[in-house]
């Protein structure tokens, strides 16, 4: 009987530890990832424990983070095959909505002196970024003054599978502080990957680099809304210029910027501030080279129109930020309908330096994140 009575608490407790360990597959700041061939009850489980879970994987986007070998949405089928310079461009401007603009893999386009080409609504720009290890076509310029190399002018443009290389990946910190001690600061030109002044921007499995002051600015002209964008599975780096230097841009426009790589940026992403302006963050891995607060948004402060606001939501959540003494995320005001920052994973420890909220304080939910992670012992401390 007694034998009996152990066998039963025996199964008792090792069925608490298998629950344990299920309910947390990321233990004390470890990330873990789910493999790309598991099954939904993999995304059922995360759903499930998501408040437990830390930092940007597992990914339940189930596509690579920051794109490129493994992404699955490469397009196949497509209406025009360009592979020059002038085949781009004049298939750009004939190309209606609902059609597949694809660029060669393994095409280097120049695009050197070519500002505002456009891209018109319904069109997708597309190349083959990770498929078979290709890098995808690259299109670049190496004029400075190349504000934007690509303009959307519509909604439901694609962007997907390409390469966009700038003219400018240096910071040139000690000729820009000069230069701004000299009231001249803009006697540089900067440069701009893609601008849309559009809703339902999608934007995807693509590298950025090169771009001074911004490789994806979403703006908000003359009143007609920027909403809904999708920024997503990116690598940007190398947009650093000193006070500038900007992945994505969100400017009195709305955009989900999820499962992107930055590295190498003044910001990851920059926002203005303005009412109408809103983002939200996650899954997205910030590596360690910055010059400036990683997640931004500007307040009234900055733009001098006498408000505290800093724009309308900001959501971040099930990042991971792996700077050090630098803030991570920095609000600069107050949002008008609030800021929720949780289950985030901030290498450095530094819980009043990795969110920051200056000039004016409220309306700002921090909470749920975890602090000071040691990839030595995978434990936070």
């Not at 190309?95 to 609504?121: F, H």
């Not at 701009?192 to 999608?202: D, P, R, W």
């Not at 926002?271 to 963050?281: D, I, L, V």
Request: charged residues 20%.
């Amino acid at each position: 009987m007694t034998q009996i009575k152990e066998e039963i608490l025996f199964c008792i407790l090792l069925l608490i530890v298998i629950s344990f360990f299920e309910c947390n597959n990321y233990i004390y700041g470890q990330e873990t990832s789910f493999s790309k061939n598991e099954s939904n009850d993999s995304v059922i489980n995360y759903n499930k424990y998501e408040k437990k879970i830390f930092g940007a994987y597992p990914n339940p986007t189930k596509e690579p983070i920051g794109g490129g070998n493994g992404y699955s949405k490469i397009i196949t089928k497509y209406t025009f095959l360009v592979k020059t310079k002038e085949e781009l461009i004049s298939t750009l401007k004939k190309a209606k909505n609902g059609e597949i603009i694809y660029i060669s893999d393994t095409s280097k386009i120049n695009l050197s002196g070519c500002t505002k080409i456009i891209i018109q609504g319904g069109v997708t720009l597309a190349s083959g970024r990770g498929r078979n290890n290709s890098e995808g076509a690259l299109l670049y310029s190496n004029e400075l003054k190349t504000f934007p190399m690509f303009e959307i002018l519509g909604e439901n443009v694609r962007i997907t599978g390409l390469r966009f290389s700038g003219p400018d990946t240096s910071r040139r910190a000690e000729q820009m502080a000069k230069l701004k001690k000299e009231n001249n600061d803009n006697s540089i030109p900067n440069s701009c990957g893609v601008e849309s002044i559009y809703s339902k921007t999608e934007i995807d499995n693509c590298e950025f680099w090169g771009w001074s002051e911004v490789a994806i600015y979403l703006v908000s002209v003359n009143d007609v809304k920027c909403d809904s964008n999708y920024i997503h599975n990116n690598n940007f780096h190398h947009n650093q210029r000193s006070g500038l230097g900007y992945g994505v841009c969100v400017d009195k426009a709305q955009a989900l910027i999820e499962a992107n790589i930055f590295n190498w940026c003044r910001h990851a992403i920059a926002a203005s501030g303005k009412p109408m302006t809103s983002y939200e963050a996650r899954y997205n891995i910030v590596l360690e080279n910055f010059n400036g607060e990683c997640f931004d948004m500007h307040g009234g402060k900055d733009r001098n129109d006498g408000t505290d606001i800093a724009g309308d939501k900001i959501v971040i959540h099930h990042n991971t930020f792996k700077v050090m003494k630098i803030s991570s995320i920095l609000l600069r005001g107050v949002p008008q309908k609030g800021a929720e920052i949780y289950n985030n994973l901030f290498y450095d420890s530094n819980i009043s330096l990795d969110v920051k909220q200056i000039n004016a304080t409220g309306n700002m939910k921090v909470f749920n994140n975890k602090y000071g992670y040691s990839e030595s012992n995978s434990i936070i401390k």
